[in-house]
């Protein structure tokens, strides 16, 4: 049974920047693909980003293409969501997921989830 971790949210202003990671534990890391999502209390969980198990595919959602980067380093079991340009619309519980199709927007199709990791963007 693996675990994932989220950590790096906070308390920013618009503009701003921070980088979230996402640390695996306990399964194999490598073999799943890692997607961010973000919730909202008034909005269902949103896929954000997605990356391969290799690296060589990722994925985006419009609201942040060219904001946001998604990476991982499987070395060190970790994955990475490097948000630029926050705006308050970003406000939200972030959390990371692993699953075998690359690049899922349904959360249905991911088999481990962390807990989150709350980002709040102040205008």
């Known amino acids: 049974q693996m675990q994932l971790v989220e950590s790096g949210g906070g308390l920013v202003q618009a503009g701003d920047s921070l980088r979230l990671s996402c640390a695996a534990s306990?399964?194999?890391?490598?073999?799943?693909?890692i997607s961010w999502f973000r919730q909202t209390p008034e909005k269902e969980r949103e896929f954000v980003a997605g990356i391969s198990w290799h690296q060589r595919n990722t994925h985006y959602s419009d609201s942040i293409q060219g904001r946001f980067t998604i990476s991982r380093d499987n070395a060190k079991n970790t994955a990475y969501l490097q948000m630029n340009t926050l705006k308050p619309e970003d406000t939200a519980v972030y959390f990371c997921?692993?699953?075998?199709?690359?690049?899922?927007?349904?959360?249905?199709?991911?088999?481990?989830w962390g807990q989150g990791t709350q980002v709040t963007v102040s205008s």
């Open positions: 997921a692993a699953g075998v199709v690359s690049g899922s927007h349904l959360p249905h199709e991911y088999t481990y």
């Open positions: 306990g399964g194999d890391f490598v073999r799943y693909a």
